[in-house]
C-alpha cells in the first residue's frame, strides 16, 4: 500500500533523477521488509524546494488504514536538534554561555543544581551537555520507569545523583537526560515552557501546523490515518500495536525526544535549515545560530544505530558519522560534509540527512519492531539512495540491493533473527532465601526481590516477574519473566506479552546486600543495608518496548 503523490511532478525532475524509481525503491522496501507497518519519506533540493513527499503502508495494521502524508511519525531524537538551536539564541542573546558551568547557569535563573558525592567534576558546561561529552551514565532505564515526580524534582534532586562512567570531556556517552535539563534551563530563560517556545520560535514560523509534542493535548485526540500506530517485535515475528497512550512516558523528555511531525512539515524544517546554512536572503533560520551547534564537539566511537559500517573498498562509497556537534551529527557522504540525526521511540524509528553543499536534504520515518538496528539501517540506504538521486549520481543501491543489503558486496551482518528464542525452563529449587531483599539506587526506583511458594519474585519500577533457571545454564543462573502489573495505571498491555531478564547468580555465602547492575556496559549498584562478604553476578536481557540489550548485572557485598 503506498498512498498520495509526491510533491512534484516528473517534468519537474532532471532525466538522471527519476521520481518513479524513487517510488519505486520505497515500495520494494515496503514490500521486501514485513517488520515495517507504514513509513514515510519527504526530500528536498534547492534548499526548499519540495523533490519527493510519499507514505507508505498501513497506519494501523489491525484496521487497514493506509498511511498518508497526514500521517504523524514521531521523530524522536530529531527533536533535540530545535532544543539545541534554542539554546543557541540565547547564547546570541547573551542570557546563557556555552563554556558557562551547569551549577553557574542554574544559578543565574534562582535554582540550585550540583551533583552529589565526593571528588565530583563541577566543570560540566552546557555544551558538555548538548554534545554528549559529560561522561555521565545514560539511565536510560529511567525513561520509562514510571514514576511521577515533577520536571524540577527529577532534574534538582535525581540527576545530581547521576554517577561518572568517564571523565568529562573524554569520551561520547549519549545521554537523553542531558537534554531535558537543558530543556529545563531553558524554560527558565525565557519564562515560559519549552513547548511553547519551540512552537513560538520554530514550528509556527516555518509553517509547521501538522507537528506537536506528544505532551500535547491535540496528539492525544490523533486517530485514523492521522497517528502511525508504533509497533514492537512479538512472539513468531507478528507486530504488537503499542498504545498511544506510552508515548506520554516520553512528555517529560520532549526536548530529547518528544515532537511528532509529517514527512511534509519535516521538509520544511530541512529546506529552512538549508536556506539558513547556505545564508539564502529571507531564511527564518539564523545562519549564525545554526554554525554554533552544527560544529562538531567530540569524536563519535562508531556509528549510532548502526549494524553495518558503510566504507569502501567493500561498499562502492563510504558513508562516516565522525562528531557529535549538538543536536546533529557530523558526518560524511561520498566526498561531501553531511550533517544528520536518527530518532527512535517505541515501536518509531526516524532520519534527517542534509549536505548543504548540495542543498539537498531526506527525511524518512519509519513504524514497526527493530531487529538488532534493521530499522534504522534501512534508512540510511533509503537515504543514500535519494542523496545520489538529488545529486544526479549514479545511485549504487537498486531495488534488489537495498532488499538484500549487505549482498552482494559482503555476507557480514545479514543474519538477522526475528523471532523468540525457545528456552526450557527448570523445576524451582530450594535455598533461594539468600536472594531476597530490597535493593536501593539513588536514581533508580527499588529492586525487590522476594521468595513466593518456592519461586523467585522480583519488581523493578514498573515490571514485575518470575526468576526461572534456564536448562543447561550454571548453578544459580535464571530468567526472569517480566510481567508488568495488571492494575497500575498506563501500563501498555503490549508490554506484557514478551519482555524479559537473564539473571546469573553465583554465592557461596547466605545473603545479599549491594547489587551492581551493568546496563549498556555501565554499572550502578544497588544496597539492602545489610553485609557480607559474598559476590552475586545477575546478568540482565532487557526487552522493554523495541529493544533487546544484553546487560549484565552484579550483586556485591
Given at each position: 500500500?503506498?498512498?498520495?503523490?509526491?510533491?512534484?511532478?516528473?517534468?519537474?525532475?532532471?532525466?538522471?533523477?527519476?521520481?518513479?524509481?524513487?517510488?519505486?525503491?520505497?515500495?520494494s522496501v515496503e514490500d521486501c521488509h514485513k517488520g515495517i507497518a507504514?513509513?514515510?519519506?519527504?526530500?528536498?533540493?534547492?534548499?526548499?524546494?519540495?523533490?519527493?513527499?510519499?507514505?507508505?503502508?498501513?497506519?494501523?495494521?489491525?484496521?487497514?488504514?493506509?498511511?498518508?502524508?497526514?500521517?504523524?511519525?514521531?521523530?524522536?531524537?530529531?527533536?533535540?536538534?530545535?532544543?539545541?538551536?534554542?539554546?543557541?539564541?540565547?547564547?546570541?542573546?547573551?542570557?546563557?554561555?556555552?563554556?558557562?558551568?551547569?551549577?553557574?547557569?542554574?544559578?543565574?535563573?534562582?535554582?540550585?543544581?550540583?551533583?552529589?558525592?565526593?571528588?565530583?567534576?563541577?566543570?560540566?558546561?552546557?555544551?558538555?551537555?548538548?554534545?554528549?561529552?559529560?561522561?555521565?551514565?545514560?539511565?536510560?532505564?529511567?525513561?520509562?520507569?514510571?514514576?511521577?515526580?515533577?520536571?524540577?524534582?527529577?532534574?534538582?534532586?535525581?540527576?545530581?545523583?547521576?554517577?561518572?562512567e568517564v571523565s568529562v570531556r573524554y569520551n561520547f556517552i549519549y545521554?537523553?537526560?542531558?537534554?531535558?535539563?537543558?530543556?529545563?534551563?531553558?524554560?527558565?530563560?525565557?519564562?515560559?515552557?519549552?513547548?511553547?517556545?519551540?512552537?513560538?520560535?520554530?514550528?509556527?514560523?516555518?509553517?509547521?501546523?501538522?507537528?506537536?509534542?506528544?505532551?500535547?493535548?491535540?496528539?492525544?485526540?490523533?486517530?485514523?490515518?492521522?497517528?502511525?500506530?508504533?509497533?514492537?517485535?512479538?512472539?513468531?515475528?507478528?507486530?504488537?500495536?503499542?498504545?498511544?497512550?506510552?508515548?506520554?512516558?516520553?512528555?517529560?523528555?520532549?526536548?530529547?525526544?518528544?515532537?511528532?511531525?509529517?514527512?511534509?512539515?519535516?521538509?520544511?524544517?530541512?529546506?529552512?535549515?538549508?536556506?539558513?546554512?547556505?545564508?539564502?536572503?529571507?531564511?527564518?533560520?539564523?545562519?549564525?545560530?545554526?554554525?554554533?551547534?552544527?560544529?562538531?564537539?567530540?569524536?563519535?566511537?562508531?556509528?549510532?544505530?548502526?549494524?553495518?559500517?558503510?566504507?569502501?573498498?567493500?561498499?562502492?562509497?563510504?558513508?562516516?558519522?565522525?562528531?557529535?556537534?549538538?543536536?546533529?551529527?557530523?558526518?560524511?557522504?561520498?566526498?561531501?560534509?553531511?550533517?544528520?540525526?536518527?530518532?527512535?521511540?517505541?515501536?518509531?524509528?526516524?532520519?534527517?540527512?542534509?549536505?548543504?553543499?548540495?542543498?539537498?536534504?531526506?527525511?524518512?520515518?519509519?513504524?514497526?519492531?527493530?531487529?538488532?538496528?534493521?530499522?534504522?539501517?534501512?534508512?540510511?540506504?533509503?537515504?543514500?539512495?535519494?542523496?545520489?538521486?538529488?545529486?544526479?549520481?549514479?545511485?549504487?543501491?537498486?531495488?534488489?540491493?537495498?532488499?538484500?543489503?549487505?549482498?552482494?558486496?559482503?555476507?557480514?551482518?545479514?543474519?538477522?533473527?526475528?523471532?523468540?528464542?525457545?528456552?526450557?525452563?527448570?523445576?524451582?529449587?530450594?535455598?533461594?532465601?539468600?536472594?531476597?531483599?530490597?535493593?536501593?539506587?539513588?536514581?533508580?526506583?527499588?529492586?525487590?526481590?522476594?521468595?513466593?511458594?518456592?519461586?523467585?519474585?522480583?519488581?523493578?519500577?514498573?515490571?514485575?516477574?518470575?526468576?526461572?533457571?534456564?536448562?543447561?545454564?550454571?548453578?544459580?543462573?535464571?530468567?526472569?519473566?517480566?510481567?508488568?502489573?495488571?492494575?497500575?495505571?498506563?501500563?501498555?498491555?503490549?508490554?506484557?506479552?514478551?519482555?524479559?531478564?537473564?539473571?546469573?547468580?553465583?554465592?557461596?555465602?547466605?545473603?545479599?546486600?549491594?547489587?551492581?547492575?551493568?546496563?549498556?556496559?555501565?554499572?550502578?549498584?544497588?544496597?539492602?543495608?545489610?553485609?557480607?562478604?559474598?559476590?552475586?553476578?545477575?546478568?540482565?536481557?532487557?526487552?522493554?518496548?523495541?529493544?533487546?540489550?544484553?546487560?549484565?548485572?552484579?550483586?556485591?557485598?
Amino acid at each position: 500500500v503506498s498512498t498520495q503523490s509526491t510533491g512534484a511532478t516528473r517534468s519537474q525532475l532532471t532525466a538522471s533523477y527519476d521520481i518513479l524509481k524513487l517510488d519505486r525503491i520505497c515500495q520494494s522496501v515496503e514490500d521486501c521488509h514485513k517488520g515495517i507497518a507504514s513509513f514515510t519519506v519527504s526530500a528536498v533540493k534547492n534548499n526548499d524546494e519540495l523533490a519527493f513527499l510519499k507514505s507508505y503502508g498501513y497506519a494501523s495494521v489491525k484496521e487497514k488504514t493506509p498511511a498518508v502524508n497526514e500521517t504523524r511519525f514521531s521523530i524522536g531524537s530529531i527533536s533535540k536538534s530545535f532544543t539545541a538551536y534554542l539554546a543557541s539564541k540565547y547564547v546570541q542573546e547573551g542570557k546563557i554561555r556555552w563554556d558557562q558551568t551547569l551549577s553557574e547557569a542554574f544559578a543565574d535563573y534562582g535554582v540550585e543544581f550540583s551533583f552529589v558525592g565526593e571528588n565530583r567534576d563541577h566543570s560540566l558546561t552546557i555544551t558538555d551537555a548538548l554534545s554528549h561529552r559529560t561522561g555521565l551514565k545514560t539511565y536510560d532505564w529511567l525513561l520509562v520507569d514510571g514514576r511521577n515526580y515533577s520536571k524540577a524534582y527529577w532534574i534538582t534532586k535525581l540527576l545530581p545523583h547521576f554517577e561518572q562512567e568517564v571523565s568529562v570531556r573524554y569520551n561520547f556517552i549519549y545521554n537523553n537526560w542531558l537534554y531535558s535539563l537543558i530543556g529545563y534551563l531553558l524554560e527558565l530563560v525565557g519564562e515560559k515552557s519549552f513547548e511553547d517556545q519551540i512552537k513560538e520560535l520554530m514550528f509556527e514560523p516555518l509553517g509547521m501546523t501538522e507537528t506537536m509534542f506528544v505532551s500535547d493535548e491535540a496528539y492525544r485526540k490523533l486517530t485514523g490515518n492521522k497517528i502511525a500506530v508504533p509497533y514492537k517485535e512479538g512472539r513468531d515475528s507478528e507486530l504488537f500495536p503499542i498504545p498511544q497512550y506510552v508515548m506520554e512516558y516520553i512528555g517529560f523528555h520532549n526536548p530529547a525526544g518528544g515532537i511528532v511531525s509529517t514527512a511534509g512539515d519535516m521538509a520544511k524544517y530541512m529546506g529552512a535549515l538549508l536556506n539558513a546554512y547556505n545564508n539564502e536572503p529571507g531564511s527564518i533560520l539564523d545562519r549564525h545560530t545554526l554554525m554554533n551547534i552544527t560544529e562538531p564537539r567530540i569524536i563519535m566511537n562508531g556509528q549510532i544505530g548502526d549494524i553495518c559500517l558503510i566504507h569502501t573498498p567493500i561498499f562502492p562509497v563510504t558513508e562516516k558519522q565522525f562528531g557529535y556537534a549538538m543536536g546533529y551529527i557530523a558526518a560524511a557522504y561520498r566526498e561531501y560534509q553531511m550533517i544528520n540525526h536518527g530518532g527512535s521511540t517505541y515501536g518509531q524509528f526516524s532520519q534527517m540527512s542534509l549536505i548543504p553543499e548540495k542543498k539537498i536534504g531526506v527525511f524518512t520515518a519509519l513504524s514497526g519492531y527493530d531487529a538488532m538496528g534493521l530499522q534504522h539501517q534501512i534508512q540510511r540506504l533509503i537515504y543514500m539512495y535519494f542523496l545520489d538521486s538529488l545529486m544526479e549520481v549514479p545511485p549504487w543501491l537498486n531495488a534488489s540491493s537495498i532488499c538484500s543489503f549487505p549482498k552482494p558486496w559482503t555476507e557480514e551482518c545479514s543474519d538477522q533473527s526475528f523471532g523468540s528464542v525457545e528456552v526450557e525452563y527448570m523445576p524451582p529449587r530450594e535455598n533461594l532465601t539468600i536472594y531476597e531483599g530490597i535493593y536501593y539506587n539513588p536514581v533508580y526506583p527499588d529492586l525487590n526481590i522476594t521468595l513466593d511458594n518456592g519461586t523467585l519474585m522480583f519488581v523493578l519500577g514498573l515490571g514485575n516477574g518470575t526468576l526461572l533457571e534456564e536448562k543447561g545454564q550454571p548453578l544459580h543462573s535464571f530468567t526472569a519473566i517480566m510481567n508488568l502489573p495488571t492494575d497500575a495505571p498506563n501500563i501498555p498491555e503490549y508490554a506484557k506479552e514478551r519482555c524479559g531478564f537473564n539473571f546469573l547468580l553465583e554465592t557461596s555465602e547466605k545473603f545479599v546486600n549491594q547489587v551492581e547492575l551493568v546496563y549498556m556496559s555501565q554499572s550502578y549498584y544497588f544496597t539492602s543495608g545489610t553485609s557480607g562478604l559474598n559476590r552475586v553476578r545477575l546478568y540482565l536481557l532487557i526487552g522493554l518496548t523495541t529493544v533487546l540489550l544484553s546487560t549484565p548485572i552484579t550483586f556485591y557485598s
